[in-house]
């Protein structure tokens, strides 16, 4: 029973059927949140969907690529493409250093199959079998054929020739590859890591675990094998379309440039580098990676008592194309009440009084702030997690809002402090700086999945256009319609599966045969022609091997 389970396991439509199976497993991962790369998103799905929520977790939906049926999947199509590539690789090794195989008795039952005449012309001497052997013999290997000659000094001595054996190395190497990639895939998500920075003008990042905001390590990578190395922001530009001429175009988006400051190791040498979408900085092997960026209101918030509860750069999300973005600020150190401030910046607002401002263009033309404020309990004292970027108002007293008495507070560049009411402090608007996000990978594994997938590719190409044929020729006496002698060349051609370039070879044959003896004569019959002695020596094989 083991025996037979093994033999099915690593068969290769059990692999393919594997590696299909691995690609639907994968499916659920795109479909639900993944506590890898959101918790919080599925804490929120649990929460909105109780009891679908709660069985999808039993089942591991929310943990797919570490689940047990997904790694069951991975390892058994692992051990299938070993189990099946490794004594495919060794049979061929043997049938490699092993000779072409004998000629077969009936040339002509092979799917090509040409006989020529030699000897007759004008007199000229029929060529000896073994020299007509030899001479096709050496006209083969020039062609790349890897040639044995049969039953010299017979009177049908042959030559069996094979070529095309790097086919199914192709086919090897590409399934050697496709475990290539399984490993690499492996030791990637083992030893791996990646984390998540938001990175404002003029702060530095260390790569420590401390300074990551979200960080994820891969299943055996401890946080102390971390590169310590730092990574300042200096400055941030983003171009956007000035031209005029195509109105619908106009402010977006063309290119976005960071210059860092990067230390490769503490006491090192600091280098400058440039950081731009698809152009990450590469640091021991670690890469980090543009994907965002946004406006950092500089903000001061002095609380009821007089002192300064805030000071700093405050990251908003941006909503739409001209960076109208939103703005949250909790403010727990504030006295006597914890404060919270949720609103707006807009780059560049417009507005007529009595209508709400907006903002026109991305660039910091005329930035400001539109705000509301709360004061009470932010609960953060609870130590339960909070999204930084959300603020739940419920449980706090609101002070300014836009339907509020109070009205909402908007700061900018003419009305830059606003005073709370209720004696609850003041806010002021200090100034505005960029931000960038940053997507900070490494993965070990990478480096030999490329290496991987490059000959997984070259593999299939020389399984597919490479064509592994076998070819026979056989020389004996023989005489024409005339009665004269000749020496008869018959010859024969087999591919391994199909093979549609098959009758050009063999045509091919047919020329070299002609430009080789023509001297001589040549003349193709329509058979093996009249031979005068036994063609085929005793103990050959009767059919095609």
């Keep these: 029973m083991l025996r037979w389970a093994w033999t099915q396991l690593t068969k290769m439509n059990t692999a393919l059927f594997l590696l299909l199976l691995l690609a639907v497993a994968a499916v659920p991962g795109s479909v639900f949140p993944q506590r890898i790369q959101d918790p919080t998103a599925v804490s929120d799905y649990i929460d909105n969907n109780p009891v679908l929520g709660e069985w999808l977790d039993r089942l591991q939906l929310f943990d797919v690529f570490s689940s047990a049926w997904f790694s069951a999947i991975y390892l058994l199509l692992f051990v299938s493409l070993v189990g099946c590539v490794l004594p495919r690789a060794a049979k061929h090794w043997r049938a490699w250093r ?80 496709l475990l290539g990639v399984l490993v690499s895939v492996a030791v990637g998500s083992l030893f791996g890591y990646k984390g998540q920075r938001v990175l404002v003008e003029g702060e530095s990042f260390v790569n420590t675990l401390i300074g990551y905001d979200s960080f994820t390590p891969g299943t055996n990578y401890d946080a102390d094998w971390l590169e310590p190395f730092s990574l300042r922001l200096d400055r941030f530009e983003a171009e956007f379309n000035r031209d005029t001429t195509v109105p619908q175009n106009y402010g977006a988006p063309l290119d976005f440039t960071a210059e860092v400051t990067v230390q490769d190791e503490p006491g090192a040498e600091p280098r400058q580098e440039v950081l731009k979408v698809n152009q990450p900085v590469e640091v021991n092997g670690v890469k980090s990676y543009l994907v965002g960026n946004g406006y950092a209101p500089v903000v001061r918030v002095t609380d009821g008592n007089g002192d300064v509860a805030f000071e700093g750069p ?5 909503t739409d194309g001209v960076y ?64 930084v970027f959300v603020l739940d108002v419920e449980p706090l007293t609101e002070l300014n809002a836009m339907m509020s008495s109070n009205g909402a507070i908007k700061l900018d560049g003419a009305n830059r402090t606003y005073e709370l009411p209720e004696g609850k402090g003041t806010i002021e608007f200090l100034d505005v700086k960029r931000y960038v996000g940053l997507d900070i990978h490494y993965d070990p594994g990478k480096t030999g999945a490329f290496v991987s997938f490059l000959a997984a590719f070259a593999g299939l190409l020389m399984s597919m256009f490479i064509a592994r044929r076998r070819v026979w020729v056989r020389a004996a006496r023989g005489t024409d319609d005339d009665g004269r002698p000749t020496t008869v060349l018959e010859y024969g051609l087999l ?7 098959l009758h050009t070879e063999a045509e091919r044959l047919a020329e070299l045969w002609t430009e080789q003896w023509q001297s001589a004569g040549v003349r193709e019959t329509g058979g093996a022609g009249r031979t005068t002695a036994t063609a085929t020596p005793a103990g050959t094989p009767a059919g095609n091997e």
């Design 324 to 387: 109208t973005s939103s703005f949250v600020l909790k403010v727990p150190d504030a006295r006597p009440d914890q404060l919270g401030l949720v609103g707006l910046l807009l780059p560049t607002a417009v507005g007529e009084e009595g209508t709400m401002p907006r903002s026109v263009d991305p660039g910091l033309a005329n930035p400001q702030l539109i705000l509301s404020s709360y004061y009470g309990d932010l609960g953060l004292d609870s130590g339960d997690p909070q999204n």
């Design 98 to 177: 092993a000779q072409p195989p004998r000629t077969p008795r009936r040339l002509e039952r092979l799917p090509e199959h040409r006989a020529f005449a030699l000897g007759g012309r004008d007199g000229a001497a029929e060529p000896a079998p073994d020299e007509v052997v030899a001479d096709a013999a050496r006209l083969l290997k020039k062609r790349g054929y890897r040639v044995a000659v049969r039953d010299a000094g017979t009177a049908a001595p042959s030559v069996a020739a094979e070529r095309g054996m790097w086919k199914e190395v192709g086919n090897v190497v590409f399934h050697l590859a």
């Design 314 to 318: 405050v990251v908003t999300i941006p």
């Design 495 to 501: 591919a391994r599966g199909e093979d549609p370039r």
